[in-house]
């Protein structure tokens, strides 16, 4: 572990933008996250706000706030929101000078980087505090083209895909993780975002910050590695975005590069459009056809998982029960019921290899 780390998320806790943060709370093997910094919460617990349990994490109105009131400086400041474009906010910046002239190291998973921000960079250098841009890329001699060493991973592998963006890919991938575990399966989870690392992730890469033409080589060397190193029984790919979203396709690079055997497949109960394309008309297709796509790439789709943010547990378990007599294949509510069924379609995975 690095260290220990507070979340900043400027109000925005409560709402999709925030998601970094959310996985946070879920857990993280990198940083002991000791606070959360959004002034709609104080006094609340981070975990009894995400999803109605304790996580021990406390919110607070401010970074100066947090050092006033605990007496403690944490390692690390966090910007816990991955908003649309990832540019900073100039309104976060007197937070994040406070944080820097206390000496606390911040990290960033976005797009604009603020090792580029002179003034941030100038009070880092005063008070010997780091910035940390995850989203970075990777110098070119560092990365990877495919290979075809991807025949040489006999594990399972499994893509978590998504019907849209921010349905909870990652979410259900740590989940699956966790469950396999409990269930004596050795599995691993290969990211492809900034919010795995900062989970502590071992196996993955940034792919949205990664040079197109290498995107496949690293998915690919990603996976190698993993499977040299740990031999799991399955390993996890997360998903990002959705075949067919329009503002951003990915997924092919999964079932081809990767070689994914079967997919998970999550979609967003009570969504219509494409998340952030409303007022553009841009539906969400049938959650059918997004399977018979997959299905065309030779990849089956042998479970669901439903993200039931937007709907309440009547109408989600509906949901459930009509997926599954349309599919014929189990479908798990992650945050509501855990993983289970989704583990049982796994194991028979297991059993015919």
């Known amino acids: 572990m690095d260290g220990t780390a507070i979340v900043y998320t400027h109000g925005l806790f409560d709402t999709n933008a925030a998601k970094t943060s959310h996985g946070l709370v879920r857990g993280s093997s990198r940083y002991n996250i000791v606070g959360i910094i959004d002034e709609n919460h104080v006094g609340k617990d981070a975990g009894v706000v995400l999803e109605g349990k304790s996580a021990g994490i406390p919110f607070f109105a401010s970074i100066q706030s947090y050092l006033d009131k605990t007496g403690q400086t944490p390692d690390y400041c966090i910007i816990g929101i991955a908003n649309a474009g990832g540019k900073m906010n100039p309104d976060w ?8 002239k206390a000496g606390i190291s911040l990290v960033s998973g976005m797009h604009e980087f603020m090792s580029e921000i002179p003034e941030l960079v100038s009070l880092a250098e005063q008070h010997g505090a780091q910035l940390i841009d995850v989203r970075k890329p990777k110098d070119r001699d560092d990365l990877h083209f495919w290979s075809a060493r991807i025949d040489e991973v006999p594990s399972l592998k499994v893509a978590v895909m998504g019907t849209d963006c921010a349905v ?3 979410t259900t991938a740590k989940f699956l993780v966790e469950a396999c575990e409990a269930a004596g399966i050795k599995a691993q989870m290969i990211y492809t975002g900034q919010t795995g690392w900062l989970q502590g992730g071992q196996y993955g890469f940034v792919l949205d910050s990664t040079f197109n033409d290498f995107v496949s080589g690293e998915l690919e060397h990603a996976m190698y590695q993993c499977y040299q190193e740990t031999k799991p029984d399955v390993m996890f790919i997360e998903g990002q975005a959705a075949l067919r979203n329009p503002s951003g396709p990915c997924g092919s690079e999964f079932l081809v590069s990767g070689m994914a055997d079967a997919v998970i497949l999550v979609t967003p109960a009570g969504r219509v459009y494409y998340k952030g394309w409303d007022h553009t008309g841009r539906k969400i297709p ?3 056809t997004e399977v018979e796509l997959i299905k065309l790439y030779g990849v089956p789709t042998i479970g669901i998982a439903i993200n039931t943010k937007l709907v309440d547990h009547a109408e989600a378990k509906r949901l459930q029960a009509a997926y599954e007599d349309d599919l014929g294949i ?7 019921e855990g993983v289970e069924p989704l583990i049982t379609a796994l194991q028979t995975q297991l059993k015919q290899r």
């Open 93 to 100: 910046y007197p937070d994040l000078k406070t944080a820097l």
């Open 168 to 170: 909870g890919k990652r």
């Open 286 to 288: 049938p959650l059918s």
């Open 330 to 336: 189990p479908v798990a509510l992650p945050v509501e």
